[in-house]
């Protein structure tokens, strides 16, 4: 039953320009928490690995996000392109129990690309002592990843009844405008008129991702957690994966 979601990850893994995206990534989460680059608020630098960690798993969230919607992005489409999709009717599979498999296998890869970079960070505050962080960052990656699971389901739901195009830029205007929420506020509050309307409806309309990736570094470092913020990161994915179930291809 599962042969589908097999196949689609053995599919994920062979993808080349994911194992660079995640070099990359790693190489610049690595650079940011070294001292190479120097990172500062209001003038005044953070060399701190307490003070550190919220900025660089922000980082970490947004380049995991991309990897997201990359991965999730054509599963779905291109089985219908290969008529693959003909060979599953045959098999008696349903509909979205097909979407379901895909779409899992998305999500699976998806959080296996954003575990290497979280790896990065905790081994990166173990080598400086930090080994409550070390103790919470399993539980801390249930939380970090349900925002990355949800934007996976979401643009996996997205690809069945939108353009590629136009389905890869709404996942990633919602990705961006989730994880750009305190900037967002902060401008809805500076303009007036249109822009202010436009601004207030983003704000209503997109999953508040900053807040529940900012619980995960708040669990990590030993600090009290909003449950509601990490209840919008689930309600966020839940929606991702209704979109799977409920969404329909005509080609079948």
């Not at 750009?180 to 202010?196: E, N």
């Not at 929606?239 to 005509?250: E, I, Q």
Request: hydrophobic share 50%; glycine share 12%; proline share 3%.
């Amino acid at each position: 039953m599962m042969g589908v979601m097999k196949n689609a990850l053995r599919e994920r893994i062979r993808r080349k320009d994911i194992y660079v995206v995640m070099v990359i990534g790693l190489l610049i989460v690595l650079l940011c928490m070294s001292g190479t680059v120097t990172l500062s608020i209001d003038g005044i630098p953070i060399t701190e690995i307490r003070r550190l960690l919220p900025f660089v798993l922000n980082v970490v969230f947004v380049t995991g996000g991309g990897m997201a919607v990359a991965l999730s992005l054509s599963t779905i489409p291109k089985e219908y392109e290969r008529k693959t999709s003909h060979l599953v009717w045959i098999r008696g599979i349903s509909q979205w129990n097909y979407h379901g498999q895909l779409a899992l296998a998305n999500a699976v890869s998806s959080l296996a690309a954003v575990f290497v970079l979280y790896a990065g960070v905790m081994i990166y505050a173990g080598v400086k002592g930090e080994t409550g962080v070390l103790l919470r960052s399993v539980p801390g990656f249930l939380i970090y990843g349900c925002g990355t699971a949800g934007i996976s389901f979401f643009t996996s739901g997205l690809s069945l009844v939108l353009p590629g195009m136009a389905a890869g830029a709404l996942a990633t205007g919602v990705m961006l405008a989730g994880v750009l929420k305190p900037v967002l506020r902060t401008l809805s509050g500076m303009v007036s008129g249109a822009s202010r309307g436009i601004l207030k409806g983003i704000l209503v309309l997109t999953p508040d991702l900053y807040e529940t990736e900012a619980q995960a570094g708040e669990f990590l470092l030993g600090n009290p957690v909003d449950v509601h913020s990490i209840l919008g990161g689930l309600l966020f994915l839940y929606l991702g994966v209704m979109m799977v179930f409920l969404f329909r291809r005509k080609e079948a």
